[in-house]
Nanobody, 117 residues
Framework: QVQLVESGGGLVQAGGSLRLSCAAS????????MGWYRQAPGKERELVAS???????NYADFVKGRFTISREYAKNTVYLQMNSLKPEDTAVYYC???????????WGQGTQVTVSS
């Protein structure tokens, strides 16, 4: 089992920034990948950004150039720096720990991000 605790969400005006954190109970060195997903009301959960064990990053087109995923091994923490936020970025943001390519996957409880216009 892996417990994930997200933090850093909140209310911000359009154009502002937030940094989300995801602290894992297990070393992230052993994760196949870590990812950030989001789910807006009435919509499906979607990938925002991921970082593989080897360091390769992947971003959804709608956040490229605005969001950055990073990790800190010493703290077993993954971050999502979000800049130039837009109202359409409003969602609950979830962290995922992928143990192996075929799973299992562990999820955090989510953190709310609200961007006002």
């Amino acid at each position: 089992q892996v417990q994930l605790v997200e933090s850093g969400g909140g209310l911000v005006q359009a154009g502002g920034s937030l940094r989300l954190s995801c602290a894992a109970s297990r070393t992230i060195l052993s994760a196949n990948a870590m990812g950030w997903y989001r789910q807006a009301p009435g919509k499906e959960r979607e990938l925002v950004a991921s970082i593989a064990n080897g360091g390769r990053t992947n971003y959804a087109d709608f956040v490229k150039g605005r969001f950055t995923i990073s990790r800190e091994y010493a703290k077993n923490t993954v971050y999502l720096q979000m800049n130039s936020l837009k109202p359409e970025d409003t969602a609950v943001y979830y962290c995922k720990y992928q143990v192996a390519y075929r799973g299992p996957d562990y999820w955090g409880q989510g953190t709310q991000v609200t961007v006002s216009s």
